[in-house]
């Protein structure tokens, strides 16, 4: 089994930055995709971000990008999201999410297998 533990999560004013991360553990990682969702209450789960473990290829929602940034410490099975100008539509809870087979859907919820169980990021103006 897979476990993923999001943290970094709070309250940041509009232009702000905040680094989420996410902790996996359970085996080895090789071969998966890691991908960075949020849902905002009564909307429908959204990609954000996604990336490779072994090869580090991004791939990011056109609503973030330029904003946001994924990576990776392989290592440490930890993954991140550097979230800089930071918008109050942004606000939701975001979750990370582990694909045990590459595909080409990434930014398809339903394609991912394992899920954390969120952290809270709220940006006020």
């Known amino acids: 089994q897979v476990q993923l533990v999001e943290s970094g999560g709070g309250l940041v004013q509009a232009g702000g930055s905040l680094r989420l991360s996410c902790a996996a553990s359970?085996?080895?990682?090789?071969?998966?995709?890691m991908g960075w969702f949020r849902q905002a209450p009564g909307k429908e789960r959204e990609f954000l971000a996604a990336?490779?473990?072994?090869?580090?290829?991004?791939y990011y929602a056109d609503s973030v990008k330029g904003r946001f940034t994924i990576s990776r410490d392989n290592a440490k099975n930890t993954v991140y999201l550097q979230m800089n100008s930071l918008k109050p539509e942004d606000t939701a809870v975001y979750y990370c999410?582990?694909?045990?087979?590459?595909?080409?859907?990434?930014?398809?919820?339903?394609?991912?297998?394992?899920w954390g169980q969120g952290t809270q990021v709220t940006v006020s103006s």
């Open positions: 359970g085996r080895t990682f090789s071969g998966y995709v």
């Open positions: 999410a582990a694909e045990e087979s590459e595909g080409s859907d990434y930014d398809l919820a339903a394609e991912y297998d394992y």
């Open positions: 990336i490779t473990w072994s090869g580090g290829s991004t």
